[in-house]
């Protein structure tokens, strides 16, 4: 433990049995020993509690309590005798609730909820542990329990007592967020690959079938930028004295006779490389790595002793490692999916194999490779230190679907932001083409998009296994996420650097009741506003429909360019082909044109989508090895002007790197470009192209530059959609007519209330709301 992790001494108040620390002038921290030994070290949580110098009071012995802390956000009374809920309270100094603004020791704090371990055999909602963030505006952390970090081993205390932190952050979920991150540590930098998709599947592969499926996907022009290897990689069918073959460790020469080979080949055509472990059941006999951790070991091998799995023994975990993973990993292995599923201690005195799993492999793989990479599960508050997550073995239904973007946006609660769905769902239900499309488009707006499916023949996600025009629409959204990669990586950087997360419910920025109650919405980083859909379609409409709360201000479809009023709720209906991902007026949204190149790479190419209405700001990071680059996009709306600047001092940026600027929602206007750089730039429709040289910066100036009428557009989108509606034509004629002959829009509103098809009237209104 430094110096600076420690807490700083003006900042801790004692007194028999009890020590109380003063993180932050929203955070305490309440520890209570009866031999006064308390613990200084890192745990399994927490990794810091020097968080700075907070102003707040320190009263002994008033008002009949033995000591009052007071700050600006909470005040905490203790009577002493230890910590119980009638010797300690803490009241906030929020209005959020007339009765429930303190919290009494132990009382359980209802909040916006936070995670859980594992979804497997989930068909729709299942209870989530509590979070950080609650409506009232406090919250709790139990340290007391969880073990020490001590010289990078975790074993158990030996400071029994209690161990508590109070937060009283009221509504400042960001700021909430962040300050747990300082005391918990902050989450790793992703490598960029991480956030393209990739490909999984629970299936017997042969390693030319391997070869042929990846080469039918860039056929395709699909991109992957991860291939995933479930469990028949290895040998699963080993001798019965031996026992399962679930655990393996040793290629399947059968299905992979040059499994070298295969990696290669897949390191080769831009894809890294994950295998499933199962390592429950250590490392046997029949292993190829058996001798060299037999002799590392010590292990009878005429009596074929195994070494049984137990990271807490630091010889087995070096021959683990060493012998056992370093050779797959220099066969060409980048990382591992860490499939346990044995349950957690039997003891209060044995770390959960899982945390120790998740902790050594990501400390392995960070050192081995520089940006470390699970594929893990979730193991409690701290877990967020070794992304990424891998959230089970989910049913194919639509329940399903419908709790996966709630889940994924309360665990942002817990700061567990980089979770890794089985995009699909994995096993059991129904083919159903619609459900698998719908799946895939929320797992393009996810953290991480992976596809998997179970051993069934006939579950696989291929697109090309659905019909015609679903497989090309899934095909384009794969497209999209490596479009996305840009966006998403600066994102990933902002996370890791500022504990800002990608995808931020609703109420992170909005203290309104509606944004607490559609818990499915949430903002996709700082510019995008998904709501994803989750129940079929309705199907005389063609039509899908989401009940969306659009916040005050423009917003913009992200694929039509549509704009809408804010400050309303809406039922908004999308065909197959679209999603329901909106631009906040002002906003500017970084993407690679060319989503098949290396995404290792940093694109050559940028197009910035530009949406008008508001003053913006936003940056894009983007980082190699221990470099990192800032790019400031300024939009001034009110002066029409739009500049590019960047600060590149590790020159990672290519030199001649293209930007293609997309004005959206604009009228033609004329662009007076800055000399400097003028000889560098063209202009077309509604888009400038700007050849960057040397890191020069761009600015332009427009003129005639005024938000475009959308009529035209939305009368065309009126009929095709009356084309398409499955219902009776002497119907689809009276909306037509009615909607020509109508003065106003209210006079064709006041016609859509008559219509006793309430879904019909809805999904016109969405449309005429437009004008």
Not at 35 to 47: A, G, R, S, Y
Not at 585 to 609: F, R, S, W, Y
Not at 693 to 702: E, I, K, L
Not at 735 to 753: E, V, Y
């Amino acid at each position: 433990m430094t110096e600076q992790q420690l807490s700083q001494p003006e900042n801790i108040i004692t007194g028999q049995h009890y020590r109380f620390t003063v993180l932050t002038e929203r955070m305490v921290r309440l520890e209570y020993s009866v031999n006064e030994h308390f613990e200084d070290h890192l745990t399994q949580i927490v990794q810091n509690r020097n968080l700075g110098t907070p102003r707040f009071e320190v009263f002994r012995h008033r008002n009949q309590h033995e000591l009052e802390i007071v700050t600006d956000y909470f005040h905490l009374y203790y009577d002493g005798g230890g910590l119980t809920a009638d010797s300690l309270y803490i009241d906030t100094k929020y209005g959020y609730s007339s009765y429930d603004n303190r919290w009494n020791f132990g009382q359980p704090v209802e909040t916006l909820k936070g995670t859980v371990r594992t979804l497997d055999e989930a068909d729709g909602e299942v209870p989530l542990e509590e979070g950080l963030m609650s409506r009232n505006g406090y919250s709790t952390i139990d340290d007391s329990h969880s073990f020490i970090i001590e010289d990078d081993l975790l074993r158990p205390r030996t400071a029994a007592g209690e161990d508590w932190y109070y937060l009283a952050y009221g509504h400042d979920f960001f700021a909430c967020l962040r300050d747990y991150y300082r005391l918990t540590g902050f989450p790793p930098l992703l490598p960029r690959y991480a956030l393209g998709n990739w490909w999984s599947r629970y299936h017997a592969y042969t390693q030319a079938e391997y070869q042929e499926l990846f080469q039918e996907f860039e056929r395709d022009g699909v991109p992957f930028s991860i291939a995933v290897l479930d469990i028949d990689w290895h040998l699963t069918r080993v001798p019965h004295r031996f026992g399962s073959g679930w655990t393996g460790y040793t290629w399947n020469r059968k299905l992979f006779p040059r499994p070298e080979r295969l990696l290669q080949w897949l390191h080769e055509h831009g894809k890294k490389v994950t295998l499933n472990l199962h390592p429950a059941d250590g490392i046997r006999a029949f292993e190829a790595a058996y001798p060299a951790v037999a002799k590392h070991l010590q292990l009878d091998t005429k009596a074929e002793e195994p070494a049984l799995f137990n990271l807490r023994d630091e010889a087995f975990r070096k021959s683990y490692f060493e012998d056992v993973h370093h050779p797959l990993e220099k066969m060409g292995v980048d990382f591992w999916w860490i499939d346990w599923q044995q349950g957690t201690n039997f003891t209060e005195q044995q770390v959960d194999p899982l945390w120790l799993l998740n902790h050594y492999h990501f400390k392995d793989s960070r050192q081995r490779h520089g940006e470390g990479l699970i594929l893990s599960r979730y193991a409690g508050l701290g877990s967020h230190r070794y992304p990424v997550g891998f959230s089970g073995d989910t049913i194919v239904t639509w329940n399903s679907l419908a709790f996966q973007p709630y889940f994924t946006g309360t665990a942002t609660n817990v700061g567990y932001t980089w979770w890794s769905h089985d995009i699909g769902g994995h096993m059991h239900g129904v083919r159903d083409d619609e459900l698998a499309l719908r799946w895939l488009q929320f797992g393009v707006f996810s953290p991480i998009m992976r596809l998997h499916s179970s051993g069934n023949l006939f579950s696989g996600k291929e697109p090309q296994n659905y019909n015609q025009e679903i497989a090309e629409i899934m095909r384009e959204f794969l497209r999209l996420r490596h479009k996305l990669i840009p966006y998403l990586d600066s994102a990933n950087y902002e996370t890791h650097t500022f504990g800002i997360p990608l995808v931020r419910p609703m109420y992170y920025h909005h203290d309104k009741p509606t944004a607490y109650e559609l818990r499915n919405q949430a903002m996709f980083g700082s510019e995008l506003l998904v709501a994803p859909i989750v129940k079929p379609k309705i199907d005389r409409l063609a039509q899908s429909k989401v009940t969306i709360w659009f916040p005050e201000g423009q917003w913009f479809d992200f694929f039509t360019g549509l704009r809408y009023e804010g400050n309303v709720t809406l039922n908004v209906f999308r065909d197959n082909h679209r999603y329901p991902v909106f631009v906040r007026a002002g906003g500017i949204v970084p993407l690679n044109p060319h989503p098949q190149e290396d995404v290792m790479q940093l694109p050559k190419t940028l197009a910035v989508k530009i949406y008008p209405g508001a003053d913006h700001d936003y940056r894009m990071y983007e980082h190699q090895a221990e470099h990192t680059a800032v790019t400031t996009f300024t939009w001034d709306w009110q002066h029409r002007r739009f500049t590019i600047k960047v600060a590149d001092p590790g020159n990672i940026i290519p030199s001649k790197r293209i930007y293609q600027l997309h004005f959206i929602g604009v009228t033609p206007f004329e662009a007076q470009i800055d000399p400097a750089i003028k000889q560098n730039v063209t202009t077309h429709e509604n888009r400038i192209i700007f050849l960057q040289n040397n890191c020069a910066d761009f600015g332009v100036t427009f003129s005639k530059m005024e938000l475009a009428g959308q009529r035209e557009q939305i009368v065309a989108r009126l009929f095709d959609k009356l084309r398409r509606a499955q219902i009776d034509f002497d119907t689809k004629e009276l909306i037509w007519q009615k909607f020509l002959a109508a003065d106003t829009k209210i006079q064709f509103i006041s016609f859509l209330n008559t219509l006793t098809d309430q879904d019909l009237a809805t999904f016109l209104y969405e449309i005429v709301y437009l004008l």
